[in-house]
């Protein structure tokens, strides 16, 4: 195992019986842990502490504050259940906005249709970014080298504050809803963010594990409902995130995600094809009967 030299480790490295673990704090009564092969980088932003380290299971991992972002082994299936559905959905999708995503992931995935014009991320934290291209290029590729891609770093909530019509398809790529991200869940954010999308246009927002945060998947639902005619909930299973299975809320104008076209799929991918994009809004009785 090999660890940073002359470093004072962040808390939520452990080093017992001479290996280095990441305790991620999940709740209060749930800590996972996982065993570090090496600490590649910690640095710290003024918005929070950045990390990539090599884990035994789940390979090189982005790590905000302690919690593992998207990993090496799993990162992709966050990554293109979050992309392609939306960007299926979406008859004629150009223009696509990104909140947060600072892995790449998502721009990745969305770079992988030459029928999209322009993909406008707007990360807050440039270190993010600047970590992941560096260090963990299975996940964000090579968007640094598409020039569709435009890196906008300020605050996703003050950038969309004036913006008019602009996007066919927004997506919500947040951490959870603590810190910066946390703005990113209210009403507020959804009500202005929807000023920026056009008349048919749709959004996308990770809702959080429907086992653990069941309230934040309800609140989500409930506020995309009053203000979108169209709103489902579908999901997926990133073995990295606490509980395994994970939500997204599509909300949408015009197009219905159950009538999508699925032909048009990118060949490109690893977890998702035809048969996952329907079968994943078919949602487990337990989920069905509180979204009711
Ligand atoms: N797939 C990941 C997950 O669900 O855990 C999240 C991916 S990505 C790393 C989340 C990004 O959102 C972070 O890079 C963070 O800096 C960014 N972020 C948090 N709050 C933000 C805000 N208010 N505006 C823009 N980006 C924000």
Not at 37 to 56: A, C, N, P, R
Not at 223 to 244: C, E, F, M
Request: proline share 4%; with cysteine; glycine share 6%.
């Amino acid at each position: 195992m090999k660890k940073m030299k002359q470093m004072v480790l962040p808390k939520y490295f452990k080093e017992i019986d001479g290996e280095i673990w990441l305790i991620e704090d999940e709740r209060e009564n749930m800590k996972l842990s996982y065993r570090v092969k090496e600490i590649l980088s910690v640095s710290k932003s003024i918005f929070q502490q950045v990390s990539i380290i090599d884990t035994y299971d789940f390979g090189r991992c982005l790590v905000l504050d302690g919690v593992i972002q998207t990993t090496q082994i799993d990162g992709f299936i966050y990554n293109e259940m979050i992309s392609h559905v939306p960007l299926l959905t979406h008859k004629n999708p150009k223009n696509v906005l990104i909140i947060g995503g600072g892995d790449c992931g998502v721009a990745k995935e969305l770079s992988k249709y030459s029928t999209v014009d322009r993909i406008d991320m707007v990360e807050i934290d440039e270190l993010v970014v600047q970590e992941s291209i560096k260090s963990l290029p299975e996940i964000s590729g090579d968007v640094h080298k598409d020039s569709r891609i435009r890196f906008i770093f300020e605050d996703g909530v003050k950038y969309i504050k004036d913006k008019k019509e602009e996007y066919d398809i927004a997506i919500i790529d947040s951490s959870d809803p603590i810190g910066p991200a946390e703005v990113l869940f209210s009403e507020g954010f959804y009500v202005d963010l929807k000023k920026s999308i056009k008349e048919d246009g749709l959004m996308v927002c990770q809702s959080q594990s429907p086992v653990f945060h069941k309230d934040i998947l309800i609140k989500t639902q409930n506020i995309l409902k009053k203000h979108y005619p169209i709103v489902n909930t579908y999901k997926a299973v990133v073995p990295s995130y606490p509980g395994g299975m994970w939500s997204f809320t599509l909300a949408s104008l015009k197009y219905n995600p159950l009538e999508a076209c699925v032909e048009n799929l990118s060949k490109d991918t690893k977890y998702i094809n035809k048969e996952i994009f329907r079968s994943a809004f078919n949602l487990p009785s337990f989920i069905r009967e509180y979204l009711e």
